[in-house]
């Protein structure tokens, strides 16, 4: 029986890591295929249809959409909206669960039921589209922001995450004369951080990957983020408005200009999850224990 089930087990291991690995290649085959293709030179992009590693490597498609500062304009924009907004979203999220995950808070339930019904049932985008207007944030970065303050679900892992806290350490705190900001600035972020590390990945990458609201309240194409210049390229087939006096070479390949403005555009919150890969599975499991 030890044996069979020693057989049985291996078996299943080998299976299992198996499917892994084949769902890992389908993920990661087109962060190959399109990093391939931006170094790759026109004739082996027109030869080729699935492309993983080019023969020949060239930066013409990188020089191309660095000609002029589009590009980093736009990412400028996208930078200053990640930052800007994962902090304002983590310091209400943070403030409104440590808020509702205190039982002596009068009429929390119902506060909670409200947050809850938000997930459920929202007014809709021209009602939002008309609230934004009516506040004068159309044209400007906090339209990008403010609508999308606070994630319900963010703020529900962040609640949980605190009610899961010994009461002792609020306790001892109050002890030694610690006021209600100080425990949250000072007790119960610091023991937070897996989760705040967590949640603020989350918001950081809802943040960078704006696009619908930057298409509903952004006319001004010079205030667009990366997303939306992105969807630009695609729709022109790689071309944007650059300065002939700058590029002067023959443009490369549609597909290499795409698939180099991909990678610009993905390579920061690549670059990001590295440094919160530590606390990325602890902070999203600790926040899910308790209901």
Known sequence: MVGDKSWSSRMFALINGGLLGLFALATVLPFIHVFGSSFATAGEIAAKRFLLIPTTFTFDAYRY?????TIMKAMGVSVFVTVLGTFWSMLISVMTAYGLSRKDIIGRQVIMFLFVFTML??????PTFLVV???G???SYLSLIVPVTINVFNMIILKTFF???PDGLEESAKIDGCNDWG???RIVIPCSMPAIATISLFYAVTYWNTYMHAIMYLSDAAKWPVQVLLRQIVILAGGMNFDNSVYTDVPPPAQSVKMAVIVVATMP???LYPFLQKHFTKGALLGSVKA
Do not use: P, R, Y
């Open 65 to 69: 959409i660095f000609s002029t500062n």
């Open 121 to 126: 049932f929202s007014g809709g985008m021209i």
């Open 133 to 135: 207007k009516e506040t």
């Open 137 to 139: 944030l159309l044209d």
């Open 163 to 165: 009610q899961g806290l």
């Open 183 to 185: 425990i949250l600035f």
């Open 269 to 271: 919150i690549l670059l």
